[in-house]
């Protein structure tokens, strides 16, 4: 069983400690959840890091939301970049501007609007090959 407890001292006029009142919550059920969640986004991992296909998406804010390890590898993606630059750098750079532009343009504004715009460019992988990647915007 999992107990949220709060709590706090009662004090008379003069300031002195006399008792103390809390509440305790019994949050067995959303501690169940979570680590319902947190199994399955540990399995959807282990699968998606297992695959030799490149598996991302993204926020509305162009952040990578998720990539898997393949992703990472074969971008030689630099992490420590803020998310939504990251991948940038493994972009051929005459296609970051036109990839951009469809991004900002097509759904990636509130409330999304249906689109069905299709970006092709080109990245570089490790081996410095430039590979042709398509990706479908929502």
């Known amino acids: 069983i999992w ?11 003069e300031g002195k400690i006399t008792g103390i009142q809390g509440a305790f919550q019994d949050i067995s059920a ?6 319902s969640v947190l199994e399955s986004q540990r399995r959807f991992r282990a699968i ?13 804010t ?7 390890r393949y992703f990472i590898e074969y971008a030689n993606a630099d992490t420590d970049l803020p998310p939504a630059e990251f991948w940038q750098p493994c972009l051929y750079p005459q296609d970051l501007p036109g990839c951009l532009n469809l991004w900002s343009q097509c759904g990636w504004r509130v409330p999304m609007a249906p689109c069905a715009g299709i970006a092709v460019t080109r990245w570089r992988g490790t081996d410095a090959r430039l590979v042709w990647h398509c990706a479908r915007y929502p």
């Open 62 to 68: 162009g952040e990578i939301a998720y990539a898997n």
């Open 30 to 35: 959303r501690k169940e959840a979570e680590a």
């Open 48 to 60: 998606s890091d297992t695959i030799p296909f490149i598996i991302w998406t993204a926020e509305p």
């Open 3 to 13: 107990v949220r407890a709060a709590g706090e001292a009662v004090q008379d006029n």
